[in-house]
Nanobody, 127 residues
Framework: EVHLVESGGGLVQAGGSLTLSCTAS????????IGWFRQAPGKGREGVSC????????YYADSVKGRFTISKENSKNTVYLQMNNLKPEDTAVYYC????????????????????WGQGIQVTVSS
């Protein structure tokens, strides 16, 4: 079983930056992609970004394109999400997950019991 542990996040003013980390154990077991999702109070889960475990292909939601950058460091089994020029609407709990699926421009996470989710970390952006 793959286990994901997140770190980073916190409180930042609009226009500031934060970096999230997602460290996996059991990495390299045939997982195709690792992705980031977020959920604001009263809203559904939104796919934010993902990166291929093999060739490094990346995806970004339109809402974060040009501001967020996803990367990975294989030696540390870690995926990062660098968030720049943060906006109040970025405020949410952020989760990493694997495996993920990109279908028709929409990012989906694993169903319960069929993959792994991080514990969730709060990102709050003040105006």
């Amino acid at each position: 079983e793959v286990h994901l542990v997140e770190s980073g996040g916190g409180l930042v003013q609009a226009g500031g930056s934060l970096t999230l980390s997602c460290t996996a154990s059991g990495f390299g077991s045939g997982i195709a992609e690792i992705g980031w999702f977020r959920q604001a109070p009263g809203k559904g889960r939104e796919g934010v970004s993902c990166i291929s475990s093999s060739d490094g292909l990346v995806y970004y939601a339109d809402s974060v394109k040009g501001r967020f950058t996803i990367s990975k460091e294989n030696s540390k089994n870690t995926v990062y999400l660098q968030m720049n020029n943060l906006k109040p609407e970025d405020t949410a709990v952020y989760y990493c997950a694997t495996p993920v699926t990109l279908v028709g421009g929409t990012l989906f996470g694993p169903h319960e019991g069929l993959g792994s989710w991080g514990q969730g970390i709060q990102v709050t952006v003040s105006s």
